[in-house]
Each structure stands twice: as C-alpha cells, then as structure tokens.
C-alpha cells in the first residue's frame, strides 16, 4: 500500500492544515477509481485536540477548575484569516480562553512575509527608512520577572517562553527546591538588568512585555 507523507511549513496551524488536507483528500475520492480508496494513519494533529479533550473531560469528573486551559493562536499573515476558526474550535473544545497572540521574528529588520497586515497583530512597524522596527518602547521592567517562569521539560527554570533555547538557566528543580531558585542569585542578576537595562539584553529587545 502506498502511503503519502504530508509536512506543514514552518509555524503553520498544524491543526488547519490537518483540515485542509482531509478536506481535499475527500473531494480527490470522488474522482478515484471504485476500486481505489485512502485512509488517514497517522495524524499527528489529534495529540493536540485529543489531548485538551481528556483533560477537559477530567476536570468535569473531578468537578474542579483546575487547571486553567487556554488555548494560544499565533497570529501570522497566511493564518490571519482564520481567528473566527480558532475561537470556534476552542469553544468546541471546552477550553477557558482562547488567546490570539503576536508572533516573533528574529530577523525582523528588514521585514517578513509573515507579519500580519492587521496592525494590532503585528509586533513590528515599518519606519520611513524601509526597515521595521518593534513598536514596544522596551521600559526597563518585566511583569513576568516577579509572575511567572517556564520550567523545561527535564527540570530548568528559564526565565520566560521567550528563553526558547533555555540560555538564561536559574536553576534546576532537580537539584532545588523551587522556592529556592526563585530567590537564588541568578534571578536576582536576571532581574537587576532588566530594571537597569533591558535594552542591553538581546532576548528582552524583541519582546512585547510593556507594550
Ligand atoms: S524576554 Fe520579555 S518576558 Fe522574557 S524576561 Fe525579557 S522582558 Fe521579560
């Protein structure tokens, strides 16, 4: 049996682009010969909706809020169309909220097919000499510092979801306990810079915390 292996590009919505293809598969069928058929094995997209499902049927058994499900959207020119579907989905889904949020380039200067042209997803703006440039003012301050961090998947509490690489490791939860790592020094390092000099710090630059 002949099997097909279908990739989404680079930030494309996985779980419309699932769609997109069932879609085109099933209109493709009316034309196959009768003795020709087609079944989807693998679709890797099912983990996601499959996944918040059994979550949100857990938390009806036990009868508890917790924990809070939000679903994300990363706004990109060629999705941009599609926010109508998402927060439909994440109704369907029975998430608590649906977030719509701006996307990050990381070579942002001279422009990207995907920023959005709906201004307000949009992180960067186009200057007069043709270059963009991020619309955050950048204060030296940093909610997240003192809210929140991310904890990796084998234990490293990283800053913020912007550390995507965990350069700016405060610690490990497999060696800490994490209160203590909330007050250890690299923390406090972390957090000087930021409320001396955030402009300094490549990763803070590019970011939409105080815009
Ligand atoms: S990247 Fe943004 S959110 Fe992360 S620490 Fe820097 S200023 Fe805060």
């Known amino acids: 049996m002949p099997t097909i292996g279908i990739e989404a590009v680079p930030k494309a919505n996985a779980i419309e682009a699932a769609k997109g293809v069932k879609r085109a598969l099933a209109e493709l069928k009316e034309r196959f010969p009768s003795d020709l058929d087609y079944q989807v ?3 890797t997209t099912r983990a996601v909706t499959e996944g918040i499902r059994e979550i949100v049927a857990q938390k009806k058994l ?16 060629s999705n941009q169309h599609q926010m109508k579907e998402i927060k439909k989905l994440g109704k369907d889904l029975g998430v608590n909220s649906v977030t719509l949020k701006t996307a990050q380039f990381y070579d942002f200067e001279k422009g990207n097919p995907q920023i959005p042209d709906i201004n307000r997803f949009a992180r960067y703006k186009k200057t007069n000499n043709g270059l963009y440039k991020i619309k955050n003012r950048l204060p030296n301050h940093c909610f997240r510092m003192w809210r929140g961090c991310v904890i990796t998947w084998d234990g490293q509490v990283v800053p913020c979801c912007f550390d995507k690489d965990a350069l700016f490791i405060m610690g490990s939860v497999e060696d800490s306990p994490f209160a203590d790592i909330w007050a250890n020094k690299n923390y406090s390092r972390f957090r000087w810079k930021i409320l001396h000099n955030r402009k300094n710090m490549g990763m803070c630059r590019n970011c939409t915390e105080g815009m």
């Open 41 to 43: 094995t693998i679709d």
């Open 62 to 77: 036990k009868g508890t809020k917790n924990p809070f499900i939000e679903l994300q959207f990363l706004v990109l020119k």
